[in-house]
């Protein structure tokens, strides 16, 4: 048996270096060799898409939930409904394996392949570590940093596009620097944006005095301005796998348009129809009318409260402290004999037997027989596990420290029934960016499972640069959609609390502005091609909000904390990916030659 030694390991020290090698021949095919991988593979695949579903669907619903408008377990169901549609229907059929403008050559496949595998298994680790942490992270830059790593193992510094002009893009800069340049420039505009927004509509519908005058015309044109953004959303970023974008500019501000004029109208006719009903209830409610007489109470005359006198009121107060004493069961009389007693203050005077006691008070309680507890049935200890997976998932209990508290006491609070209609507004908008996140981020996930069964059918080993896109088989997408559904249905509420509620206090209103900005920035982002995560430019728009707000009212200390988990995304996944890879390719092992 010949034995293998890593580059640069000095043979010379090595014990192995004087014993007699023998190449052994063996016949093997080259699909029986790998063909494990896209099994287990496959198992990474979904346990990435898992937590990549734990990770990053909380941006898309973690406000809804936060503020109210949603419960944890109807997010759920939305999700799981939006992300397999957006990801089976609408993903990329084609995506690259390899980014092109990061890395400048590719391995052979039968490297790639290792490599891909690697990878999701670094990226994964990652996005486990960042969602037990309550720490919002981006499971594409996980991936990209994943295979950074890998492709400086195999190719070394001279394989990454460290910084490369492009002239279609706004900052004409792309490669791993314009990575990094998007860490700020876009939450940035997403922050700014925000801040904006939510100053309008403070003004001119919260904080208003004409609230009534302003609402005829202000409720419409916002609906019409939100239809026609979430329509630039699906067309741009919501619907790579179809022909809706390749529509021309034109095309898209014409039905931008028709959508949001058709919008106004709906809402114009439905509000001017809600408003004259309402005041038709208010005409005919008797607070409205206090002259007309109550049916049945003509005759009956309401006595004036007389005020109480401070000795009254300490009367009362001894009063309560004799019913609300609290009593001292013997520990010895805890059987229903007829001799236990118990004992109490000097106030309730003698010691009384409790059976006589109690077979006095009203309900005539008696006593009965302890019973042996019954045997719990195989049926009754799965309904109580499946009770307590609820309990621990979808529909886990949401609570909040004393810190928090004190950041959502600080917030303004405006009225219920100025918030309220904000509610459709932003379960509409987290649907569609659900949907986005169905079919662009699914894919992306999915992209290395999708290269490992694309080299493993061709059976190739050959380096192919030409060939950058693999294919995603349907079911490939259906895989990821179920899988991020589950990860955020079993292990999303984490991060729900984090963005919902411990970086700031969410409204309807503060929920919607933000989420409205973060599709509106993410527009403008792929219409100049420029590199951004989601989950950036939603923490910007939450900050923008909170700032417009009240600056006390923002978890800051929380806030640094993201910033480092971004700053070490590419950091971990690079350094994981190239020790596991170098570990696993280069450590010394026994070799078949076929």
């Given at each position: 048996?010949?034995?293998?030694?890593?580059?640069?390991l000095?043979?010379?020290?090595n014990?192995f270096?004087?014993?007699?090698?023998?190449?052994?021949e063996i016949e093997r095919p080259w699909?029986?060799t790998?063909?494990w991988?896209p099994?287990?593979?496959g198992l990474?695949?979904?346990a990435?898409a898992?937590?990549s579903?734990?990770?990053?669907?909380?941006i898309s619903?973690?406000?809804?939930v936060?503020?109210?408008?949603l419960?944890?377990?109807?997010?759920?169901?939305?999700?799981?409904?939006?992300?397999v549609?957006?990801a089976?229907?609408?993903?990329?059929?084609s995506?690259?394996?390899?980014?092109?403008f990061i890395?400048?050559?590719?391995?052979?496949?039968?490297l790639?392949m290792?490599?891909?595998f690697?990878?999701?298994?670094a990226?994964?680790?990652?996005?486990?570590?960042?969602t037990?942490?309550?720490?919002p992270?981006?499971?594409?830059?996980?991936?990209?940093?994943?295979?950074i790593?890998?492709?400086?193992?195999?190719?070394g510094?001279?394989s990454?596009?460290?910084?490369?002009?492009d002239?279609?893009s706004?900052?004409?800069v792309?490669?791993?620097t314009?990575i990094l340049?998007?860490?700020?420039?876009?939450p940035?505009?997403?922050?700014?944006?925000?801040?904006s927004?939510?100053?309008?509509?403070?003004?001119m519908?919260?904080r208003?005095?004409v609230?009534?005058k302003?609402?005829?015309?202000?409720?419409?044109?916002l609906?019409?301005i939100?239809?026609?953004?979430?329509?630039l959303?699906?067309?741009y970023t919501?619907?790579?796998?179809?022909?809706?974008?390749?529509?021309?500019?034109?095309?898209?501000?014409?039905?931008?348009?028709l959508?949001?004029?058709?919008?106004?109208l709906?809402a114009?006719?439905?509000l001017?129809?809600l408003?004259?009903?309402?005041s038709?209830l208010?005409?005919?409610?008797?607070?409205?009318?206090p002259?007309?007489?109550?049916?049945?109470?003509e005759?009956?005359i309401?006595e004036?409260?007389?005020?109480v006198?401070?000795e009254?009121l300490?009367?009362q107060f001894?009063?309560?402290r004799?019913l609300?004493t609290?009593?001292e069961?013997d520990?010895e009389a805890v059987?229903d004999s007829?001799?236990?007693t118990?004992?109490?203050?000097p106030?309730?005077?003698?010691?009384?037997q409790?059976?006589?006691m109690?077979?006095g008070t009203?309900?005539?309680?008696?006593?009965?027989?302890l019973?042996k507890?019954?045997?719990?049935t195989?049926?009754?200890?799965?309904v109580?596990?499946?009770h307590?997976i609820?309990?621990?998932?979808f529909?886990?209990k949401?609570?909040?420290g004393q810190?928090?508290a004190?950041?959502?006491?600080?917030a303004?609070k405006?009225h219920k029934?100025?918030e309220?209609p904000?509610g459709?507004?932003l379960?509409?908008t987290?649907?569609?960016?659900?949907l986005g996140h169905?079919?662009?981020?699914?894919?992306?996930?999915m992209?290395?499972?999708?290269?490992?069964?694309n080299?493993?059918r061709?059976?190739?080993t050959q380096k192919t640069?030409?060939q950058l896109?693999?294919?995603?088989?349907?079911w490939?997408?259906?895989?990821?959609?179920?899988a991020v559904?589950?990860?955020?249905?079993?292990w999303g509420?984490?991060?729900v609390?984090?963005?919902?509620g411990?970086?700031?206090?969410?409204?309807?209103?503060r929920?919607?502005?933000?989420?409205?900005?973060?599709?509106?920035?993410?527009?403008?982002?792929?219409?100049?091609?420029?590199?951004?995560s989601?989950?950036?430019?939603?923490?910007g728009a939450?900050v923008?909000?909170?700032l417009?707000?009240?600056i006390?009212?923002?978890?800051?200390?929380?806030?640094?904390?993201?910033?480092?988990?971004?700053?070490?995304?590419l950091?971990?996944?690079?350094g994981?990916?190239?020790?596991?890879?170098a570990?696993?390719v280069?450590?010394p092992?026994?070799?078949v030659?076929?």
């Amino acid at each position: 048996m010949r034995l293998s030694y890593g580059d640069g390991l000095d043979m010379e020290n090595n014990i192995f270096a004087s014993m007699p090698t023998v190449a052994l021949e063996i016949e093997r095919p080259w699909s029986a060799t790998y063909r494990w991988i896209p099994i287990v593979g496959g198992l990474v695949s979904f346990a990435l898409a898992f937590m990549s579903g734990a990770n990053d669907i909380p941006i898309s619903f973690g406000a809804s939930v936060g503020s109210g408008v949603l419960t944890l377990r109807q997010s759920v169901l939305l999700a799981f409904v939006m992300e397999v549609l957006g990801a089976t229907f609408l993903g990329n059929h084609s995506i690259d394996v390899i980014d092109s403008f990061i890395l400048k050559e590719m391995p052979s496949n039968d490297l790639l392949m290792w490599g891909c595998f690697i990878a999701m298994i670094a990226a994964a680790s990652w996005l486990a570590l960042a969602t037990y942490l309550e720490m919002p992270v981006t499971s594409f830059l996980s991936i990209q940093g994943a295979i950074i790593g890998v492709c400086l193992t195999v190719e070394g510094w001279n394989s990454i596009y460290w910084s490369k002009h492009d002239s279609d893009s706004v900052p004409h800069v792309r490669g791993l620097t314009g990575i990094l340049l998007s860490w700020v420039m876009v939450p940035f505009i997403s922050l700014v944006g925000a801040f904006s927004f939510f100053m309008v509509i403070k003004v001119m519908l919260l904080r208003s005095l004409v609230v009534g005058k302003r609402t005829q015309w202000l409720w419409p044109l916002l609906y019409g301005i939100t239809v026609a953004v979430l329509v630039l959303f699906v067309i741009y970023t919501g619907a790579p796998g179809t022909s809706l974008r390749f529509t021309s500019l034109g095309k898209v501000a014409v039905i931008s348009s028709l959508s949001a004029i058709v919008t106004i109208l709906l809402a114009s006719i439905i509000l001017v129809c809600l408003v004259r009903k309402r005041s038709e209830l208010l005409d005919d409610s008797p607070a409205t009318q206090p002259d007309r007489a109550i049916p049945g109470q003509e005759g009956n005359i309401v006595e004036e409260q007389k005020e109480v006198s401070p000795e009254d009121l300490l009367k009362q107060f001894n009063e309560l402290r004799v019913l609300h004493t609290v009593y001292e069961v013997d520990e010895e009389a805890v059987d229903d004999s007829p001799r236990s007693t118990i004992r109490c203050s000097p106030v309730c005077g003698p010691a009384i037997q409790l059976k006589h006691m109690l077979s006095g008070t009203p309900n005539q309680l008696t006593f009965q027989k302890l019973m042996k507890p019954k045997r719990i049935t195989i049926k009754q200890r799965i309904v109580d596990c499946v009770h307590k997976i609820r309990r621990y998932t979808f529909d886990h209990k949401i609570v909040y420290g004393q810190e928090t508290a004190a950041l959502h006491a600080i917030a303004k609070k405006f009225h219920k029934r100025m918030e309220e209609p904000f509610g459709f507004l932003l379960i509409l908008t987290a649907s569609i960016s659900a949907l986005g996140h169905g079919s662009n981020t699914v894919p992306s996930v999915m992209a290395l499972y999708a290269g490992i069964l694309n080299i493993f059918r061709s059976h190739s080993t050959q380096k192919t640069e030409d060939q950058l896109a693999w294919h995603l088989d349907m079911w490939v997408r259906f895989l990821g959609g179920f899988a991020v559904s589950t990860g955020y249905g079993i292990w999303g509420w984490k991060l729900v609390r984090c963005l919902g509620g411990r970086l700031m206090f969410l409204s309807p209103s503060r929920a919607f502005s933000a989420q409205f900005c973060t599709l509106a920035t993410v527009i403008l982002a792929t219409r100049v091609k420029f590199p951004f995560s989601t989950a950036h430019v939603f923490i910007g728009a939450l900050v923008g909000v909170s700032l417009a707000d009240n600056i006390k009212s923002l978890n800051w200390r929380l806030l640094g904390a993201f910033m480092l988990m971004w700053a070490l995304t590419l950091l971990f996944t690079c350094g994981t990916a190239s020790a596991f890879y170098a570990f696993t390719v280069f450590s010394p092992s026994v070799s078949v030659r076929d």
